[in-house]
């Protein structure tokens, strides 16, 4: 690191809402930024210093990136390792580990990193064939999850059995076998919560309140913080966090999904090597946004404080109607709310259930906040336009 | 205005680090923003849309940015109005309007509109020569205040003439007439407070708490928030600032500076009609930073919510050493501070007292935050190297 830390250059791969965001806090302490994305009007375009316009398996472009770069981070967990691999090995900077990425991208590794550990977990078994989703089925009982090891998001790579006539044709929406697979026992949850946790290359460890989670059709809707959940279970799930930072040994913001179980269990669902779209509320809601908070471990500075500042309610603003450019509806309408707060992403497409923006809303009163936020949701609409 | 609000381009005249935290948060709902600046590498450059860089007074390029933007802002209010008087009587959209600017920008008639409308300032009068300030001296007694009525900001154009032996110097050091020049009384305060205030197109006023200031050699050293003076004097302070809101019919962020008196008067000092120094504590003090609101307002959008989240220090990092490519020190040492954020500006070169970043810090006890942000003053520190 030089003397000055505000000197390094921050390569991202990766120039979309993620990406934008961490820059917005990184130019705030004149970290010079290099994005590596395909796109060339994505998200961070315009903020970034320099953008390298190139796919994001394209190695030449990475090794340009790395050498332009004091240090490098990623917006997103689905990237090829091979050449990330050799620059960690050959001496450059890239945080998260690509040791730590290597697992958490593989979801069946992730899960036995984790189960090894002790660290509970919905029950899980590899599988590559319809046979052994079958003898699956026998031993966990329908309904139960398949699920892809590698390339999921958004709920894209995961399918629900509900019955064994359903296994088929689960097994082929998955790619039939082209890609590793796992069934994992469903969890009759009562709460989706999530944490997160930042870890220093030192070591330190600062972790957040827990979020509790609203999903639609697999894609998050909408964040609460505080979560409604007992004490018991918040210093449970803090503990849980503290964790998994150790277990990974992680460097930079992590996000951790649990379930809450009827019996008042948690399981660790996911995790996510990098800002998360639940911890958007730090924006407003925190004392350090997680992506300050990623910038901060990534080049080596002490870890800010994560205390909530006020209850917050984040919500997604999902592209709806046809796809085309996108065009913001109801923003003056929803910003009379005092305390509401637009971010609009800046993609110039629209496409139905797209992330294009997300709002939040704080009060003195999480359940005020909640019924504002909700009815903003019906106001405010990003759309596709021809 | 576009019926999508975010699809506004923004001209700023000006790209240091007013435009810079402007730019930052205009970018969260993703307006396109175009500077106007001399300098290439000025503080706002790398996350503007477009860079016009073209000195100040070139007619020619303010009607460029003109002709780009959808509404034209600035960040000093020391420009040549010409051109923009003619651009606003073309229908051009510029905030704050240029019939307020001009009077804000001569501290003589700024007085005069406050005096006019009952607004309490310090005794003033105007003069042109020597033998004028002499008599200023003998009806306002010395000390007393010499000002160029226009140009001086950070103390610059301003001289206290402490008996009449003085006169001539002061005279002399102020341009010896070159300028218009004025006589104020000289105010024994015993504190300096300052408010923002912000006016939407449509009439709107949003007032933000009373900050309490302190200067060193003229040049603003610490913000505290909230101020220690009584409810009485905020009150008082609150009313003075939606006042002179409707004077100048001023649209978007202004500053207000008032002296409290011995005997607990409240007198105005100056107004700037753009962000200000004082007011950097908002972005991490305040539900809505007074960037955020300077777009708002110049957008068309809603006011947003001004109270404070937590009790604020706020304190300028001035260049210090030789003049040179500016370098941060201690930066690793007082971000341990976990509520302490630093901003850097990103001017390339330091010079002694230029303005180069400045650092909050938040506590539930300001006596506390005042501590600390006074120990870590001492640490972080931004030199010119050669």
Redesign the interface.
């Given at each position: 690191m030089s003397?000055?830390?505000?000197?390094q250059k921050i390569g991202i791969i990766g120039g979309g809402q993620l990406g934008?965001m961490m820059?917005?806090e990184a130019?705030?302490?004149?970290f010079?930024?290099i994005i590596l994305d395909p796109t060339k009007n994505c998200p961070a375009h315009?903020?970034?210093?320099e953008h390298i316009v190139a796919d994001f398996d394209d190695e030449e472009a990475i090794r340009e990136l790395a050498n332009k770069a004091d240090v490098i981070t990623y917006e997103f967990e689905h990237i090829g390792i091979e050449v990330l691999k050799e620059l960690e090995d050959e001496g450059y900077k890239i945080y998260p580990t690509i040791k730590s990425l290597e697992i958490i991208q593989n979801k069946y590794q992730q899960k036995e990193v984790l189960a090894v550990n002790n660290i509970a977990v919905p029950d899980f078994i590899s599988v590559s064939n319809i046979d052994e989703i079958k003898s699956a089925g026998e031993e966990f009982a329908y309904p139960m999850m398949l699920k892809s090891c590698t390339g999921g998001y958004d709920g894209k790579g995961n399918a629900i059995i509900k019955n064994q006539d359903e296994v088929v044709q689960a097994y082929e929406s998955l790619g039939a076998g082209s890609l590793p697979l796992m069934i994992e026992r469903f969890v009759p949850f009562i709460k989706e919560i999530s944490i997160l946790a930042c870890r220093g290359i030192d070591g330190e460890i600062a972790v957040y309140p827990v979020a509790e989670n609203d999903h639609q059709d697999s894609i998050l809707i909408e964040t609460r913080v505080p979560a409604e959940i007992s004490d018991t279970l918040k210093e449970d799930a803090i503990s849980l966090a503290h964790q998994v930072m150790e277990v990974f040994e992680g460097v930079g913001i992590f996000c951790i999904e649990m379930f809450v179980t009827e019996d008042e269990r948690l399981l660790i669902n996911e995790i996510a090597p990098r800002p998360h779209n639940s911890g958007h509320y730090t924006i407003?809601g925190s004392?350090?946004s997680q992506f300050e908070q990623h910038i901060?471990a990534i080049t080596?500075?002490?870890?800010?404080?994560t205390a909530l500042?006020?209850p917050i309610v984040m919500r997604n603003i999902l592209g709806e109607g046809q796809q085309g450019e996108a065009?913001?509806?109801g923003?003056?309408e929803v910003?009379?709310e005092?305390?509401l707060?637009?971010?609009?992403?800046?993609k110039e497409i629209s496409k139905p259930k797209r992330k294009m923006g997300h709002f939040t809303v704080?009060s003195d009163n999480l359940v005020e906040a909640i019924k504002k936020a909700e009815e903003a949701s019906k106001v405010i609409k990003i759309k596709g336009q021809c």
């Open positions: 003397k000055d830390p505000t000197k934008k820059i917005l130019k705030k302490m004149d010079k930024i315009s903020i970034a210093d407003e004392i350090t901060r080596g500075l002490p870890l800010g404080a500042l006020r065009i913001v509806e923003m003056v910003a009379r005092d305390t707060k637009v971010h609009v992403y800046g704080t």
